[in-house]
Each structure stands twice: as structure tokens, then as C-alpha cells.
């Protein structure tokens, strides 16, 4: 069946590192893929997408490229800020179904 | 409307009892989802309605759990005799059915503690 891996957390980085954060999928055919972020207390966010192989998604400095041949989607952002912290979630999704999620990577930025 | 609106924010119960939570989706968006996400974890999907009709229900969703979306618009999901496991954080989502490549737009949730 369909899923979606993510590297396990906390990450914690100092303010101004670069952050990589690795996801992996399994999926028959082509796959949205898709980061949300989820800030304390909030709801999920969507942070970026990509809907098919080589498109890179980008938003707020964060990007994330769709490489089908290593079925993976990993986010990355140059420098990192304190207002990153939160927990970050890798998705997929096939066509008109449902949303399958990754069981999130926590971020912690410190000055 | 500017997103989706879940009510309530946060829910107390006693185990036995019966809990129903409301989600409000935004106006234009024909498709409407829940989610249960428990601490540490991804959200999981409940069930999915499309206008009224209700299309599909995971595993997950025991007999005790119930939803309904009677008019298309605001969607109900019903726990009856709740258990501590059901204690999580309830999302809801909704989406155009147009738009296959896009995400969804989620809701804050209603974080259910059973006590």
C-alpha cells in the first residue's frame, strides 16, 4: 500500500543551519507529494507541494524536489530561524484520494 | 470564511460517555475529512464525505464512532462510549474536488482527552 517514511525527530539546529529533513514514500504510479507544518497549539499548514517527477515545491525558503527515481521528497531550508520550530509533516497523495501522512519530524531552532 | 472551523478547541470526558464535534468547512470546498492524530504521530484518516454522501470510513472508525454531513455543509462526528484510546487530536479538512493536486486546508482540531 501506499506510505510515507520521515526521518525521526527532535532536530535540533541553532539559528542560521541549514536543515534537511528526509522523506521517503512508497506508491504505485505518480504521487502528489506534499510538507505541512504544524506549529504549537495549530492545525497543519501546508507548507509546499510538487505533483510530478522533478517539480520542486518551495515556500517561505523551504524547498523540497520530487525524485522518483529514489522515491523521495526530502525539505530543506538554508537557514534555519527560531519561528521554524514546529513539527513537520511529509504527504502523498494519489489522485482524488485521501491524504496519506509521514509521523512527523519535530524541528527545535534555538538562537 | 476564511478556513475550516472545528468546535470544540478542547473536549473533557468521562469514559462511557458521548461526544460530538462539529467541523464547518470552507464554503466553496465540496469534500470534507477527518483525521485522528495522536501524540507523536501523523494524522490518520477517519472518513471522507463528498457533499453528503459519505464515501469512504477506515478501519479505524469502530461502530462507536459515527459522522454525518446532512446537508452537505457542516460536518458531525459522534464518539459514543468513549474509551481513554480515543483520547487525540480530531482534524477535519476539506477540499475542492477539482483540485486533485492540492492539499487540503485543516482545521485547528479538537484535542479529545478521555478521563
Known amino acids: 500500500g501506499n506510505s510515507v517514511t520521515q526521518m525521526e525527530g527532535p532536530v535540533t539546529l541553532s539559528e542560521e543551519a541549514f536543515l534537511t529533513i528526509n522523506c521517503t514514500y512508497t506508491?504505485?504510479?505518480?504521487?502528489?507529494l506534499f510538507w505541512y507544518v504544524q506549529y504549537p497549539g495549530e492545525g497543519l499548514q501546508l507548507l509546499l507541494k510538487?505533483?510530478?517527477?522533478?517539480d520542486k515545491g518551495s515556500n517561505k525558503g523551504f524547498e523540497a524536489t520530487y525524485r522518483k527515481e529514489t522515491t523521495s521528497f526530502h525539505l530543506e531550508k538554508g537557514s534555519v530561524q527560531v519561528s521554524d520550530s514546529a513539527v513537520y509533516f511529509c504527504a502523498l497523495r494519489k489522485g482524488y484520494n485521501k491524504l496519506i501522512f509521514g509521523a512527523g519530524t519535530r524541528l527545535a531552532v534555538h538562537p | 470564511d476564511t478556513g475550516v472551523s472545528q468546535d470544540p478547541r478542547h473536549k473533557i470526558t468521562k469514559r462511557g460517555q458521548n461526544v460530538t464535534f462539529r467541523c464547518d468547512p470552507i464554503?466553496?470546498?465540496?469534500?470534507l475529512y477527518w483525521y485522528r492524530q495522536t501524540l507523536g504521530q501523523g494524522p490518520e484518516f477517519l472518513t471522507y464525505?463528498?457533499?453528503?454522501?459519505?464515501?469512504?470510513k477506515s478501519r479505524l472508525l469502530s461502530d462507536r464512532f459515527s459522522a454525518e454531513r446532512p446537508k452537505g455543509s457542516f460536518s458531525t462526528l459522534e464518539i459514543q462510549r468513549t474509551e481513554q484510546g480515543d483520547s487525540a487530536m480530531y482534524l477535519c479538512?476539506?477540499?475542492?474536488?477539482?483540485?486533485?493536486?492540492?492539499?487540503?486546508?485543516f482545521g485547528s482540531g479538537t484535542r479529545l482527552t478521555v478521563v
Open positions: 510538487a505533483t510530478k517527477a522533478d
Open positions: 464554503s466553496e470546498h465540496n469534500r
Open positions: 479538512a476539506s477540499s475542492f474536488s477539482g483540485e486533485s493536486n492540492y492539499g487540503y486546508t
Open positions: 506508491a504505485t504510479g505518480y504521487p502528489s
Open positions: 464525505f463528498q457533499n453528503e454522501a459519505q464515501l469512504e
